[in-house]
């Protein structure tokens, strides 16, 4: 089972490259005017930069010393995958070395707005540079997920509306939910032995939670082509000389739908889009399955979560992690 956090009080939220030599061909993966080596000098703003001179940014149990909205990333977690047991965290020359758990950059708090720490809406570029040795990757499909061994490393974004207890579909029966997950990178057991590949899922999760179903418990359109009428664009596929081992820029830009352009999502691998695009128009909730041009358009009315993190047999290496946003006063909360 998987603990919600339900909350009885009203929880108010603001408004809401050709590839390189070297890669594979990406079809329909132009990004327009975005330089995601400047993203500056496409009108993006760095509304986020989680660097590690040491670990006093990051707010473990038991943190003492100074409010926990004055820091960066904390370590007692909205629960989304059960609950985790406390990261083993180092830093050294300003690298964090994270196992064995997750951080993320808002925790759970007894205020108006549900949370402490920083979500993020509208749309952004959400990057990280990462390393790890993809040798010791290890998942079985058949066990229960745990942060110690039966995981993988992974960099991801979660509905705070979720997470929250706010993601009630308009209309429809009392905990009938609906609610946006963005996995930027996720290396499971057989593409991080091949090296050369990992995983970017768009999930729009929706429906009564179900406890006997697997993963979520909820209904779930992907881009992982198990959905049909979407695109499979969830495997990113990399060079062969690929080394995880070596720090690598892993990235995803997320652009909300407005009026009749298309929103969309576009993974990102230092620097060279290496995915298509997962599109959407902006759209109401009407009557569920979502359905058409309107599936994915959820996370344009969520406020997002980022976590990083990976098991205790895979420690993650993490120079830096960053998100930038076009400023419109109601991108970062």
Not at 82 to 103: F, H
Request: hydrophobic fraction near 40%.
């Amino acid at each position: 089972m998987i603990p919600r956090l339900r909350r009885l009080q009203t929880i108010c939220f603001a408004a809401a490259a050709a590839a390189t030599s070297g890669f594979p061909q990406v079809l329909a993966a132009a990004a327009g005017s975005f330089d995601p080596l400047r993203p500056e000098a496409s009108g993006y703003r760095l509304e986020f930069n989680g660097t590690f001179d040491d670990a006093s940014g990051i707010c473990l149990k038991g943190s003492q010393g100074r409010p926990a909205a004055g820091f960066l990333w904390y370590a007692r977690l909205f629960p989304v995958w059960g609950t985790w047991s406390q990261p083993e965290i180092s830093v050294s020359d300003r690298v964090l070395t994270i196992s064995g758990g997750q951080i993320a950059t808002a925790k759970p708090a007894p205020n108006h707005r549900g949370y402490e720490g920083r979500v993020f809406s509208g749309g952004g570029y959400f990057e990280a540079r990462i390393s790890f040795d993809p040798a010791t990757v290890a998942y079985d499909i058949k066990q229960a997920i745990n942060n110690r061994t039966n995981w993988w490393p992974c960099f991801y974004a979660f509905s705070l509306e979720y997470l929250a207890g706010a993601d009630q579909w308009e209309g429809q029966l009392a905990g009938f939910a609906h609610f946006a997950e963005d996995d930027f990178f996720e290396c499971w057991q057989d593409q991080a032995r091949r090296a050369n590949w990992y995983g970017a899922t768009v999930h729009d999760w929706y429906g009564m939670r179900d406890r006997n179903a697997g993963g979520l418990g909820y209904s779930d359109i992907a881009n992982d082509g198990r959905s049909p009428g979407v695109p499979d664009t969830q495997r990113i596929r990399l060079p062969a000389n690929n080394d995880w081992r070596e720090f690598h820029t892993v990235g995803s830009l997320w652009v909300a739908a407005a009026g009749d352009s298309r929103g969309f999502i576009q993974t990102y691998f230092d620097g060279q889009p290496v995915s298509g695009k997962v599109t959407w128009r902006a759209a109401k909730d009407a009557l569920p399955p979502p359905s058409g041009s309107a599936v994915f358009s959820v996370i344009d009315r969520d406020h997002m979560v980022v976590y990083v993190g990976s098991p205790s047999n895979t420690p993650l290496h993490i120079q830096w992690v960053r998100v930038w946003q076009i400023p419109t006063g109601n991108g970062t909360r």
